[in-house]
């Protein structure tokens, strides 16, 4: 790390600190939502499905623009938060935070629930005859057995979550030391005279995180692969 | 004990089942696949709702759709082997086991040290599913049933999966199961074979309907069931109990051949394992017995029975099925339609029954006694 530059570290702690709070806070509804696509039927589900989905298709911009209209100072819930509970969003890391949950959502969501569409529901039958009530059933069978896939999930959308931009430059700025993260850093760099040195550096630190979160991930996958073989 | 009465449809399968069992012991669905039996004891379990009917065990009433009553199945005590043992993964052998007797909803009747030494699973313990043969994986799969503390033990075909050998060396558990824990248990399957060995109670199931239903012996003489068995196993089924002192008619028997008391008649079995007052179960296959209407000499075969035929009826082409009553017992025998005409065979012929005692097969077989629980 002593090749980096005070502010250039401060990035980089700054985009991993986001993206851990991103994916920690995102976690239990991802798991949640995705029992519920894959195990329920109810009215409404394949809109539900589609909405969770839609950040993956929208341009990060109108994602930044939606959370700035709904937690923006004047916006219902932003006005509402920061009346309750003092929480400000606008230009915060806990703003950067959420525009990078909800922008890597959909990959925690797919994850989980590709597993969860593993799991051998027999397992879960099993489990009842022995006496496991739905919660019961559901920690000490289904979880474990689901585990690998949540967090390949995870790590893939932590990698995801570190270089998010368009969503938090549009939702939270580009503030120095507080929502200036990796990619916004980079882009920074690029905007100033003689920056180049620093864009690279900044590349070529995005890069080595990018395959390490997708090697990890990887071997989280076939970890889980083992697990399902009977 | 149990009490069953359901009705459930599922597409354009209709099941409407009722049976019961008043004694502990085994009772066996028996039927064609497809015929419902899964679906029943699915029913049963309470992994499946009934659309109407009635479930009562051990006297506790777990579904009754006219009253509203539907207990939950993780609260109804029933244990539940499945054909795929269906042990967690991510568990060790013994973890499967500690799951069990943790969620146990009763203080336990059947101790861990009793399940391990039953099933002989010390060896296993601390192996992942994955490293057991299926019969293992099996005897686990029971075990972990068995620790739950069930009032009582569901099986659904949990041989199936296996290969002969792997059966072979399952059943002599089971066997010792009933035997030893006097615990009701449905058991599930469709090869006779193995409800020969273990089953107190036949309940027939065609089309998800239950049929007909009776003790072992009379069902196998049932022509649904003979039906089913496929004509190289049918056979007369008989309980008898080895005899003390060699009977009359086997003076002779001694080492490996056991004289066993048959209704008013003896039979000279080989079931070197057996004791004198030991109950044994018998099965005549109907192609072994040979029927004579004078009293057999100069004959190599060991058992002639005395008797009166009762029944003759048509059988497979070209052939027909004579049931013989040896003294308070059926047996069957299946001989050529040309057979019948020269003999003259008719209900109250008398006749001998001959079989050889190496086409008997002894098994152990105890009615298990009733425990409080």
Redo the contacts between chains.
């Keep these: 790390m002593i090749w980096l530059s005070p502010s250039e570290r401060d990035a980089l702690a700054l985009s991993l600190g986001i993206a851990l709070r991103s994916v920690a806070a995102s976690l239990p509804f991802a798991v949640a939502l995705a029992w519920l696509l894959t195990r329920r039927r109810f009215p409404g589900r394949t809109l539900l499905d589609a909405l969770v989905h839609l950040p993956l298709v929208l341009p990060p911009v109108v994602v930044g623009y939606l959370l700035l209209l709904t937690f923006g100072a004047r916006g219902p819930l932003g006005a509402a938060l920061a009346r309750c509970c003092g929480i400000e969003l606008v230009f915060t890391r806990a703003g950067a935070a959420l525009a990078t949950a909800v922008m890597s959502f959909p990959l925690l969501v797919r994850t989980v629930r590709l597993s969860l569409e593993n799991v051998d529901r027999g397992l879960e039958d099993a489990a009842r005859t022995l006496g496991a009530g739905p919660v019961d059933r559901f920690a000490s069978v289904t979880l474990p057995l689901i585990l690998p896939g949540v967090l390949a999930g995870a790590v893939t959308a932590f990698s995801a979550a570190l270089g998010e931009f368009g969503a938090v430059i549009t939702f939270v700025s580009n503030i120095p030391g507080e929502t200036r993260t990796l990619p916004l850093a980079l882009y920074t760099a690029l905007q100033s005279p003689g920056g180049e040195a620093e864009a690279a550096r900044l590349a070529t630190l995005s890069i080595a995180l990018g395959l390490a979160g997708l090697l990890v991930s990887e071997g989280l996958a076939r970890w889980m692969r083992r697990r399902f073989e009977r | 004990m149990i009490n069953v009465t359901v009705r459930k449809r599922r597409g354009d399968f209709a099941l409407e089942a009722s049976f019961e069992l008043a004694a502990p012991g085994v009772v066996a669905l028996f039927g064609r696949s497809g015929c419902g039996k899964t679906t029943l004891i699915e029913l049963i379990?309470?992994?499946t709702r009934a659309d109407q009917g009635r479930i009562e065990v051990d006297g506790h009433v777990l579904v009754d759709t006219d009253a509203g009553v539907h207990v939950?199945?993780?609260?109804?005590?029933?244990?539940?082997v499945?054909q795929?043992a269906?042990l967690?993964?991510?568990l060790s052998v013994a973890g499967n086991l500690r799951?069990?007797l943790s969620?146990?909803?009763a203080p336990p009747f059947i101790g861990w040290d009793q399940v391990i030494g039953l099933l002989d699973l010390g060896k296993l313990l601390a192996r992942g599913?994955?490293q057991l043969s299926g019969g293992e994986r099996q005897r686990v799969a029971i075990g972990?049933?068995l620790l739950?503390q069930p009032r009582l033990l569901l099986l659904d075909e949990p041989l199936a999966s296996l290969d002969a050998a792997r059966r072979e060396e399952v059943l002599p558990y089971l066997e010792q199961l009933r035997d030893a824990l006097a615990l009701p248990m449905v058991y599930v399957s469709h090869q006779f074979e193995e409800i020969l060995r273990l089953a107190t109670h036949v309940v027939l199931l065609q089309d998800g309907r239950t049929v007909a239903q009776g003790d072992i012996g009379a069902m196998s003489l049932d022509a649904r069931v003979r039906r089913i068995v496929g004509p190289d196993a049918v056979g007369a089924v008989v309980d008898g109990e080895v005899a003390a002192t060699p009977g009359a008619a086997h003076p002779d028997a001694a080492g490996d051949l056991r004289c066993v008391r048959v209704g008013r008649g003896e039979l000279s079995v080989p079931a070197p394992d057996l004791r004198p007052g030991a109950r044994v179960r018998v099965q005549l296959l109907a192609r072994d017995v040979i029927v004579s209407t004078e009293a057999p000499r100069g004959l190599s075969v060991r058992n002639a029975l005395p008797g009166v035929v009762v029944s003759v009826t048509a059988d497979e082409a070209a052939s027909d099925l004579i049931g013989i009553d040896v003294g308070g017992v059926i047996v069957l025998a299946r001989i050529t339609s040309a057979a019948t005409r020269d003999l003259g065979l008719a209900p109250g012929t008398p006749v001998w029954a001959l079989v050889k005692s190496v086409s008997l097969r002894g098994h152990a077989f105890q009615a298990p006694a009733r425990v409080p629980r």
Aim: hydrophobic letters at 30%; proline letters at 11%; aromatic letters at 14%.
């Design positions: 379990a309470g992994l939950p199945a993780e609260r109804r005590r029933i244990g539940y499945f795929e269906r967690f993964p991510h799951y069990a969620r146990a909803k599913p994955r972990r049933a739950s």
